[in-house]
């Protein structure tokens, strides 16, 4: 698996930035290569159980500026399901699945706006206080 660019965020607040090439929404640990760590140092194990969600990213910066779209524009096209994602810290992120079930880990989503930094989101299941279909 090539390396992708993720922000961790734990459920504990914590926010953490690097790479990944082994992540899998069925395994509950992966490793992340530290942003700015030399390579080969540090590499920290990360548990799943410990997460809010795992955000893929275009770029670590992002745009601070940017007011990210929180709704589906009338008429617009979508793969998958719409869904409204509640985490238990308040936050709310609206997006695509093609996979959600409250049985399993966590579940892909992808944030409604394509402008987004957010390429798509792991969110974690214990991390999420309910799931809303639009």
């Known amino acids: ?55 893929f990213v275009k770029d670590f910066g992002g745009d601070s500026s940017y007011k990210e779209r929180k709704a589906f524009l009338e008429g617009e096209r979508v793969q998958g399901r719409k869904v409204e994602v509640s985490f238990k810290d308040g936050e709310k992120l609206v997006g695509t699945t093609l996979g959600y079930d409250p049985q399993r880990p966590g579940f892909f989503f992808v944030p409604v706006d394509g402008k987004s930094n957010n390429i798509r989101v792991f969110a974690v299941q214990s991390a999420v206080d309910s799931v809303h279909y639009l």
């Not at 914590?14 to 390579?39: E, I, Y």
């Open 1 to 55: 698996m090539d390396q992708v660019k993720v922000i961790v965020r734990y459920a504990d607040g914590r926010v953490v930035k690097g790479f990944t090439g082994d992540f899998f929404p069925n395994k509950d640990r992966f490793h992340l290569q530290m942003l700015g760590a030399p390579s080969g140092n540090g590499l920290e194990l990360i548990l799943l159980k410990d997460l809010k969600a795992l955000f």
